[in-house]
């Protein structure tokens, strides 16, 4: 069948008749509606039509790669249950009167699976493809500084460890500077505008690096690009949210994830052919290095000024005047998004964020664990993958060799994080999974702090391989983030501040391996055990604290009748994640 609206209820501003049972056993729609955990409503229930609800999508997109087929019908209604459905709860949870696509809201349209289905794939053709090259542009720069540390980078321009450190550090304090700035910046004129500005700018930086002459022009650079990169990881998120569910979002993150890895099977098999310039009008291979890699990036950020469009009802412009989706198309992506999470709805893609709503985002205590998780829980790997070229040529690797070996645990662990964010997604767990990769680092760890300075060059290499292979949790945690915001506001907040915390951690370990501590660094790998042990015991915490949160909440919330519920999300000033009926994922 097709899209269409149900009959007696056509207006964007209506809502349908559903009978609702006045009862503090029954399970009201909206408990399940935005819980995180709950997303698809299997408990809830949608009036219309005599068709079946499917709570699952047969075989979407990307998730395709590893659902298992079913006995769905792509003819099946898609709709979903969710607060729309009860016309008392749903004046509750109207969009903004300013929300750019209420043109498009009608909570009595249904559509069909296929219809759907197709839609999700012309949005990761369209909208994901794109972000994946963006991020790839993202971390070249930081790729192509490790790959000219093979080739004599640190010597031609006098500079020592401890330089470089100071480098890396200056990066990170640039970077996590610019995060809330470029946020708020992105949320007031929207990502599809500041990204591209954010792209050419640092690519500039990027290609100006062929000129470095010594210690002040290295840190200079670094720093700027620092500046300029900071807020792309959280704009993009945020510019995601506006096409994808909470359901499809983490994978599409771990998607963009394998383009940090990729990066570094990229630029080695690039630097494998450049690098072997030096000597080309007198310059050394890593300036001819930084000069490509820059007009890479420059390229990709011109392009995407004509890739990205605002919103699902916003993708004509002059070069693109038909669009992407039909108006149907467009019904089906907007009331897709708001009956998976109706707050976001609640605020206009360029409405900025102000000083009070930014506090107020701030002061969510709720996601504060998530924040002190970003601090640490990348740490143990940080030191060795900054360091692996120049380890690798310490083990008597040559330059060239050492750019080839950094290629295997590079695709091994872009693999692994899409397996790991996948069974998080279909266990509905995230805290469990963080700490399998804890478990993952700590054999390792201890290896490298206690192996003798004898052992063999390969098991040296097969060793690190393994601990670069592991299953980074951060797409996960980032949508973990995200998913427990529970407001547009302070989703955009949220995601710098996660992300901040994620660059200390990168300024941390980047202070971990020290001149005085090398080639073997056992000090250094000592300190890293001692973290894994923490970030262990914190992942433990963090599911505990929202398992108890989630119970407190039920308990008040089970405990009052349907009517009592009406009055409290009539009368209540809880906002977001602070509602009684919202679900923290764990």
């Known amino acids: 069948m097709s899209a269409r609206s149900k009959p007696g209820s056509i207006s964007s501003s209506s809502v349908p008749n559903v009978a609702v049972e006045d009862s503090k056993d029954s399970k009201d729609p909206i408990s399940y509606a935005i819980s995180n955990d709950d997303a698809n409503g299997k408990e809830g229930r949608l009036a219309g039509e005599g068709h079946a609800l499917n709570p699952e999508p047969p075989r979407t997109a990307l998730g395709s790669l590893f659902r298992r087929s079913d006995k769905r019908k792509l003819d099946e209604i898609a709709t979903q249950p969710s607060v729309f459905d009860d016309p008392q709860q749903a004046q509750y949870h109207q969009p903004h009167a300013k929300y750019e696509n209420l043109h498009r809201f009608d909570p009595s349209f249904t559509w069909t699976w296929a219809e759907e289905n197709s839609l999700v794939r012309k ?125 499809e979002l983490p994978f599409r993150l771990a998607i963009l994830w394998t383009a940090d890895r990729m990066k570094d099977v990229v630029v080695p098999i690039l630097a494998f052919g450049v690098l072997r310039l030096r000597g080309v009008h007198g310059y050394a291979g890593w300036r001819w ?133 996948y069974v998080s997604e279909k266990i509905g767990q995230r805290a469990y999974l963080g700490l399998f990769t804890q478990v993952w680092f700590l054999p390792c760890l201890i290896s490298l702090a206690v192996l003798p300075v004898s052992t063999n060059k390969w098991a040296t290499y097969a060793l690190i ?33 996660y992300n901040m915390a994620s660059q200390i951690s990168a300024i941390i370990s980047a202070n971990i391996y020290l001149e005085d501590d090398k080639p073997e660094y056992r000090r250094g ?33 089970t405990g009052m009748s349907h009517q009592e519920r009406l009055t409290y999300l009539d009368t209540t000033t809880d906002e977001g994640n602070k509602k009684l009926n919202f679900k923290f994922a764990s």
């Open 123 to 247: 949005l990761d053709w369209r909208v994901l493809v794109w972000a994946w090259i963006a991020f790839l542009s993202l971390n070249l720069d930081q790729s192509s500084l490790i790959q000219a540390n093979s080739d004599n980078f640190l010597v031609d321009l006098k500079l020592d460890t401890n330089d470089y450190n100071l480098g890396v550090t200056l990066f990170r304090i640039g970077f996590l500077t610019a995060e809330i700035p470029s946020q708020l910046m992105s949320k007031k004129i929207g990502p599809d505008r500041w990204i591209p500005i954010l792209m050419i700018l640092w690519s500039l930086v990027a290609l100006s690096q062929f000129w470095l002459s010594g210690r002040s022009s290295f840190l200079a650079a670094r720093a700027i690009m620092g500046l300029l990169q900071g807020g792309f990881i959280p704009d993009i998120i945020l510019y995601l949210s506006y096409f994808y569910k909470g359901t």
């Open 289 to 421: 290095l930084f000069l490509i890699e820059g007009l890479i990036n420059l390229v990709i950020g011109i392009w995407s000024i004509f890739m990205m469009a605002p919103s699902p009802t916003q993708t004509k412009a002059w070069w693109r005047p038909k669009g992407w989706f039909t108006e149907l198309d467009e019904k089906v992506l907007v009331n897709r998004i708001l009956r998976d999470d109706p707050s976001k709805g609640d605020m206009h893609n360029r409405q900025a964020v102000t000083p009070r709503l930014l506090w107020q985002s701030l002061c969510d205590f709720d996601l504060w664990p998530l924040y002190l998780l970003g601090l640490t829980f990348s740490i143990p790997a940080g030191p060795p993958k900054q360091y692996i070229t120049l380890s690798l040529r310490g083990l008597g690797f040559d330059t060239f060799e050492t750019n080839l070996l950094t290629i295997p645990p590079q695709v091994a662990t872009s693999i692994n994080l899409l397996i790991l964010t």
């Open 465 to 497: 391989t393994v601990l670069l292979s592991y299953p980074t949790p951060h797409p996960m945690q980032a949508a973990w983030c995200s998913r427990n915001s529970n407001s547009v506001r302070t989703r955009a907040v949220s995601a710098a501040l």
């Open 525 to 557: 790998n000592r300190v890293l055990v001692a973290l894994t042990c923490y970030n262990m015991a914190l992942y433990v915490f963090i599911k505990a604290y929202y398992t108890w949160r989630n119970n407190s909440k039920e308990k008040v919330w």
